[in-house]
């Protein structure tokens, strides 16, 4: 009922509205996918994730009515990585919403690599000038949890401010050898 019902809005708005129409579009992406894991690894390729960032990132440019400065930078070979789903995207959705992404000297990044058998992502953002207070505060210590369960010690969970008041997170894994 629900993905029908945001065909029918897509339908409605998107003659007279793209921005809707592709808000529209973006969210339903962005749900399917969530709705979509798999629940007998745990783990599914990098890649669906890091367009769904990218379609969170669009969706909250589309909102926005100044310029937003965010780079997503995901390096060769990451995308086949499999690792737990809704990580980076929780990820982006904290930056969107904790970070003063208003800044073009000072763009949000989310860097995702792979070197020497170890999978990182990190994240880097102006903090907020006021802290949003809306939520429960607990995205990042259920990826702690989630980490733990799936990957046990071999994964880690950096997250602080510098005193340049930037945030930032660091997800290191280590990968097994094959």
Do not use: C
Request: aromatic share 8%.
């Amino acid at each position: 009922m629900l993905f029908n019902t945001l065909n029918f809005l897509y339908n409605q708005v998107r003659k007279n509205n793209d921005t809707a129409a592709r808000a529209i579009v973006l969210l339903s992406e962005i749900m399917t996918y969530a709705m979509g894991q798999d629940e007998h690894s745990g783990t599914r390729p990098l890649e669906g994730e890091i367009q769904q960032a990218n379609n969170l990132i669009e969706l909250w440019r589309l909102k926005q009515r100044e310029p937003t400065y965010i780079n997503l930078i995901a390096e060769d070979g990451v995308e086949e990585i499999s690792f737990i789903p809704l990580v980076l995207v929780t990820l982006v959705e904290n930056m969107l919403k904790h970070g003063d992404l208003s800044k073009a000297d000072h763009p949000a990044t989310i860097r995702i690599s792979l070197k020497d058998g170890i999978f990182r992502i990190e994240t880097d953002n102006l903090a907020a000038p006021r802290p949003s207070h809306a939520g429960f505060h607990s995205g990042l210590e259920n990826i702690r949890q989630r980490l733990a369960y799936k990957f046990h010690k071999m994964a880690t969970l950096d997250y602080g401010a510098t005193k340049a008041n930037h945030f930032f997170v660091l997800i290191a894994l280590r990968l097994p050898i094959n």
